[in-house]
Nanobody
Framework: VQLPESGGGLAQPGGSLQLTCTAL????????IKWYRQAPGSRHELVAY???????MYADAVKSRFTISRDNAKNTMYLQMNNLKPEDTAVYFC?????WGRGTQITVSS
């Protein structure tokens, strides 16, 4: 697996989780890095990205709740998810250029 992910799981509404994705075969600092998600029966949705220069973009549904970040020294990217809602339930994927993580399940439920 070129982009192993970790940090998924079950959270209660209002809770927090952090996803981690480490690049094994590319140097992260060359790329814009992205997080996507796919809920059951829905299309792939771009959640957030961060450019090489540090500019960020967030989907409206997650603005002010999620934070994307990168640690180029560790070749690792993160998605901090706060104030989680049931509608955040999905499989989350990290993406760097042509590489994809396998996906990690996030379930938000009481």
């Amino acid at each position: 697996v070129q982009l192993p992910e970790s940090g998924g799981g079950l959270a209660q509404p209002g809770g927090s989780l952090q996803l981690t994705c480490t690049a094994l075969t590319v140097e992260l600092h060359f790329y814009t890095i992205k997080w996507y998600r796919q809920a059951p029966g829905s299309r792939h949705e771009l959640v957030a990205y961060i450019t090489r220069g540090g500019s960020t973009m967030y989907a409206d549904a997650v603005k002010s709740r999620f934070t994307i970040s990168r640690d180029n020294a560790k070749n690792t990217m993160y998605l901090q998810m706060n104030n989680l809602k049931p509608e955040d339930t999905a499989v989350y994927f990290c993406n760097i250029d042509q590489q994809w993580g396998r996906g990690t399940q996030i379930t938000v439920s009481s």
